[in-house]
């Protein structure tokens, strides 16, 4: 039985990319009209990708005081006297009550620290009695009170000589009411940390327009008093301190996965003297300089108190993995530091790694255990800077990340390295590329996320993994409220469909930023809302967190079809059975949709469900903080039963099953298996003189045969389709299939016999390690493919043959990884002269071709038929020849240029015969929609050929416009349709 497509008989449709579910089914216009419902089919019995422990998570940048004021929990603002430089400092004023007067001003003359040399010198000039001279604080736009409530205090002070005090230490309302109070005593002329705790009564009224004060009471004229590092810490979220406790809270409800710490532009600083320096974050605070935080304007000062040792315990106490992020040489006025002088950042970069996960025998792991942190850190991913893709010169991938990630790798190979802009992969290789994707409102050239559910259904698996560190439906607003509207939420909750549906590349996603003072306008949409008394969670972060605690641990295959194109879903399912379905409708129309469920043993006959919907403009705020909330309810279920999803709604519905799933692989799609035993990772399945062998395979294999003898074409079970057969990849081997005899796995042909189909049908289970996949043998139900001395057989565990039956690392030899082929095309395409011709409707008349639009030959499309003039027949008709940088790939070679190919220059398609050859190189692809073939940009594997308004270029499915660029080539509107190509018999022979 041939499955292999002909290119001439016709491509049939878009098959699934390997280990992703389908995702929804598009149709024209608003509301659905076909009739009867829309159906959603859910196979429970199946599973596409495993969901990563770090799909979801937080960037956590001190941004609009979300840190400085927010986490930080320390409601007193510079109380280092720095912020602004100012004289007498800033955020304190005197405060004189009865008569008594007093004066302040910035004193440098006797410093505490060489840190922070700045004090506040309080002179009392009348304090008789009965009278009060002091300083207030209004702290960050406000402290808040509330009853019963205890605060910590701690700062430095002096006095003149023969003046100890008392002072006294409040909490007080504007007008005078005291809400907490204490007193201090023992003051000397040097400097002395004085520590006290503040608490107020079960009366005091719930407030946030209060002052902080220290005064001191009839104690005559004359004295004066000096104040430095003054803190006072509200409600934590551990009795040692942590982080400002509803903050994290909030944070901790959603079960972050991971943290980025610290991300975002406060990494870098807008100058270099202002970049997150983490050495000055550590050891006792009053030898932390802080800095300005520049990165936002206006800008204003962090004391750096909430240092590296509080991001990495935030994200212990919240079991989610640190991404830690690592200053790499570019600032934000677009300053990158020369190759030459990158040397010191580099190591400082190792020295912070070292503090993360270094022993207490180390430097820096021994100053990590004396910040009171003895154990080291869990630490697998470093990220190297911050959207480099915005810095000059292409500093980043020329040396940048090159000088970081070898220095890092030499150290520490188990770390994964994150790269924060595409980088010449051959030669410096991403481990994890993080991308960020905002929405179309606040970024006019950016699409909203509704149109970005499909943005990695077409990734290339070949890697890197994706991280979406930031994501956001950004709305213009008026700064009065921090927070986005449902609509925005709906909008983010489509995009993460797609980055939950496509788990096996997309590593995890961080809504951007995470939280927010109400009292600025950095940021117009963030996660969490606060002012100095409390804080409220928005639309974007219940979308966040019903995604985060009601997703299974593997996906599901999940389709939709006869729904509104916006109406996008995900499903997946825990190992009990329990299968979560989201589906959301952004649309002004509620929706019955009945849902099919298979390959379930049974199913409860009634779900759960959580619903978010409301006024698609509302959104929450500090006075109503519940007006778009999730409610829980129940629902009829079955294995099919119809749901009315609200108009302007996300909804979960959790529906317990019962009875095992399998994994779900491709078919008629390449794959490679790459072994899992510990040793022999680098081998893959290969046929070599028609015998079953593992053989190293890596990136620096230029031979063909190596690469098509390691690839193969999944199939249907030959003996039963709901198991699989794996047909050889080379042309030359057509209907040959991997086949066990007498216990050996050998290649051979289809002998039509039911012996031969039985012996060459696998089925699939998860791994027997716990990694990846294995493959029992169909007709041996306890044995599986198993490789042993690099040969492939099928072995039990512990059988009877002493040689592929040992129980000796039979479960990591018989667990397989599944991997895209080394042989990239999975489409086989006749070489010789072709033309390609358009199948988006109307234009199916106009051909690909080149043609001088005044900038070069460009790539383009326009009609040509059999009368057209030769030369345009001729500029439409290419020579297909095996790919310049890859064999396994193809490359478009002019008819009337012969020298020149088909190539992509700034993602511009043109006619040159100068440029690299990965960039004159295609692979071809099952096609997106219809028949055809889609064309793969060989080393952008995310972007395929595509034709937008008469030009050719290459282009990802959705996404932001690109830097530069006048028109949006990346929509994903018609990208389907507009990256399918006929392969035609040439215009011009």
């Known amino acids: 039985m041939v499955y292999r497509r002909s290119l001439l008989t016709g491509i049939v449709g878009a098959a699934l990319i390997l280990n992703v579910a389908l995702g929804a089914t598009l149709t024209t216009g608003g509301r659905a009209t076909a009739q009867p419902h829309p159906t959603l089919t859910v196979d429970a019995g199946h599973t596409t990708t495993q969901v990563n422990p770090t799909q979801f998570g937080h960037l956590i940048e001190d941004i609009g005081h979300s840190v400085e004021g927010g986490l930080s929990a320390n409601v007193v603002r510079n109380g280092t006297m720095t912020e602004g430089g100012q004289n007498p400092p800033s955020s304190w004023r005197v405060t004189e009550a009865s008569g008594g007067r007093g004066a302040i001003a910035m004193d440098l003359t006797f410093p505490l620290t060489a840190a922070n040399p700045r004090s506040l010198r309080l002179d009392i000039l009348s304090n008789g009695a009965g009278q009060r001279v002091g300083v207030a604080n209004a702290g960050f736009s406000g402290i808040g009170v509330r009853p019963g409530t205890r605060y910590r205090v701690v700062f430095w002070a002096r006095a003149t000589p023969g003046f100890t005090g008392p002072l006294t230490v409040s909490l007080e309302s504007k007008q005078g009411a005291v809400r907490a109070m204490t007193t201090v005593t023992g003051l000397t002329s040097g400097w002395k940390e004085y520590t006290t705790t503040l608490t107020t009564g079960p009366t005091v009224p719930v407030s946030a327009d209060n002052l902080f004060v220290i005064s001191a009471k009839a104690v005559g004229s004359g004295q004066s008093v000096w104040l430095n590092v003054v803190r006072c810490t509200g409600p934590t979220s551990t009795a040692k301190g942590g982080a400002r406790k509803d903050l994290e809270r909030l944070l901790a409800e959603t079960k972050p996965g991971f943290l980025r710490i610290p991300g975002g532009n406060f990494l870098q600083g807008e100058t270099l003297p202002n970049r997150f320096q983490w050495k000055n974050t550590r050891g006792p605070v009053e030898n932390r300089p802080g800095h300005e935080n520049d990165a936002w304007s206006p800008s204003y000062w962090s004391t750096d108190q909430f240092g590296l040792l509080d991001y990495l315990q935030l994200a212990e106490r919240m079991g989610a993995e640190p991404v830690l992020g690592v200053f790499a040489g570019y600032t934000l006025d677009g300053h990158a530091v020369a190759k030459r002088d990158l040397g010191p950042y580099v190591w400082d970069a190792l020295d912070e790694i070292e503090y993360v996960i270094g022993s207490t025998s180390t430097v820096w792991g021994a100053r990590r255990a004396a910040d009171g942190h003895p154990a080291p850190f869990r630490l697998k991913y470093v990220e190297i800077g911050n959207e480099d893709m915005f810095a000059p010169d292409r500093t980043y991938d020329e040396y940048r990340y090159w000088m970081f990630y070898e220095e890092i790798k030499a150290r520490h190979s188990h770390l994964q390295i994150v790269a924060t802009a595409p980088v010449d992969s051959k030669s410096k290789p991403m481990d994890v590329l993080d991308v960020h994707h905002y929405g179309m409102q606040y970024w006019d050239n950016n699409p909203s996320l509704v149109t970005l559910a499909g943005r990695f259904d077409y990734a290339d698996r070949r890697g890197p993994k994706i991280l979406v560190g930031e994501y956001g439906e950004e709305k213009k607003d008026d700064g009065t409220n921090p927070t986005a509207t449902l609509a925005d939420a709906l909008a983010e909750a489509a995009f993460l469909t797609g980055t939950v549906r496509n788990a096996d590349i997309v590593l995890g996603a961080a809504y951007a930023p995470a939280m927010h003072s109400i009292h600025r306008a950095d940021w117009p949409a963030n996660l969490i809302g606060f002012d100095a008394l409390s804080s409220y969670p928005s639309p974007s972060y219940h979308v966040l967190k019903m995604f985060s605690t009601m997703t299974g641990d593997h996906v599901v295959p999940s389709s939709i079809s ?402 530069g660029k006048l028109k949006d080539y990346n929509t994903s509107a018609l990208w389907l349709a507009d990256t399918t190509w006929a392969v035609t018999d040439p215009l011009a022979p």
């Open 562 to 963: 006869g729904a509104d194109g916006a109406i996008q879903q995900v499903a997946t399912r825990r190992a009990d059975g329990t299968v979560y379905i989201s589906v959301v409708n952004p649309t002004a129309a509620a929706v019955p949709i009945t849902i099919k469920l298979t390959g379930a043993t049974s199913v409860s006959p009634t779900a759960s469900t959580t619903t978010l919907t409301g006024n698609p403009d509302a959104r929450n705020s500090i006075a109503a903080p519940t007006t778009i909330a999730p409610t829980a309810g129940t629902t009829s279920a079955g294995t099919a039963f119809v749901h009315r999803f609200p108009a302007n709604s996300m909804v979960v519905l959790k529906v317990s099953t019962t009875g095992s799933a399998a994994p779900l692989l491709a078919v008629d799609r390449g794959i490679s298996l790459q072994a899992t035993t510990s040793g022999s990772t680098n081998r893959y399945v290969r046929h070599q003189n028609y015998l079953g062998v593992t053989s190293v395979v890596d990136k620096k294999t230029t031979s063909a045969l190596d690469k098509a003898d390691t690839s193969f074409m999944v199939r249907p079970g030959l003996a039963d389709s709901s198991c699989y057969s794996f047909e050889a990849r080379s042309d030359k081997l057509r209907d040959h299939y991997l086949r066990h005899e007498n216990y050996r796995v050998k290649l051979h042909k289809d002998d039509l016999s039911s012996q031969f189909r039985a012996d060459a049908t696998f089925c699939a289970t998860y791994g027997n390690s716990g990694q990846g996949i294995s493959l029992r043998a169909y007709n041996f139900r306890d044995r599986y493919l198993r490789h042993f001395n690099n040969e492939l057989w099928i072995g039990s565990n512990g059988g009877t043959n002493n040689y592929w039956d040992k129980s000796a690392l039979w479960s990591e030899d018989t667990s397989w990884r599944v991997t895209p082929p080394w042989w990239r095309s999975d489409v086989d395409v006749p070489t010789g002269y072709h033309s390609l011709r358009v199948t988006t409707s109307p234009w199916t008349d106009h051909y690909l071709r080149h043609q001088d639009r005044g900038q070069g030959p460009l790539g383009w499309i326009s009609p040509v038929n059999q009368q057209s003039p030769n030369l345009d027949k001729e500029d439409a008709t290419f020579e297909i020849v095996p790919g310049l940088a890859d064999p396994s790939c193809y490359s478009f070679k002019s008819r009337n240029r012969p020298n020149d190919y088909l190539r992509h220059f700034v993602f511009q398609v043109r006619l040159s015969a100068e440029g690299r050859a990965d960039d004159a190189t295609f692979c071809a692809m099952p096609a997106h929609a219809g028949a055809g073939v889609s064309w793969q940009s060989y080393n952008y594997p995310d972007r395929y050929l595509r034709h937008y308004d008469w030009e050719v270029v290459i282009a990802p499915n959705g996404g932001e416009r690109d830097y």
